[in-house]
């Protein structure tokens, strides 16, 4: 695996991936094709043409709640969920690094004065058909 991306496991289920976007590496996709999000991103040393293109319609389903964020000043402190909510993993996500959720969920402490963009596929059908609010993880 690219030392930009760690995943967290849980058994052999791909709950989450944390990237380091200001490291320096090619453009690399690490998700999954089967993952209901991807992401991709790297570096351009060269001037790189992308012919035109539109993206087609195509018909998905998607079955679970996936979300990325980006930390651009601050952090975040993570503890990461497997699927039945319990611990599984933790990370500090910094400016310049973010995350990507599949499956399971987290709890976030977000420091003081902390800038971030999140991304989740819609649409959105209100808080409590979204996520189940765990006490005491």
């Known amino acids: 695996m690219d030392p930009r991306v760690r995943n967290v496991m849980a058994g052999d289920i791909l709950v989450a991936q944390v990237f380091d976007f200001d490291a320096a590496g090619p453009v690399i996709f690490p998700t999954p094709d089967s993952a209901e999000m991807q992401c991709g991103f790297g570096q351009v040393d060269e001037d790189k043409h ?17 979300e990325f964020i980006y930390v651009i000043s601050g952090q975040m402190d993570l503890v990461f969920l ?3 909510g319990a611990p599984i993993g933790e990370a500090t996500i910094l400016p310049g690094q973010g995350f990507l959720q599949y499956v399971g969920g987290h709890r976030i402490t977000i420091k003081a004065d902390t800038r971030y963009f999140e991304l ?7 808080h409590f058909k979204d996520k189940t ?5």
């Open 82 to 84: 497997n699927p039945e």
């Open 120 to 126: 989740k596929q819609g649409p959105y059908f209100g």
């Open 50 to 66: 992308i012919n035109p293109h539109v993206h087609n319609i195509v018909e998905r389903q998607t079955r679970n709640t996936s």
């Open 133 to 137: 609010v765990l006490e005491d993880v």
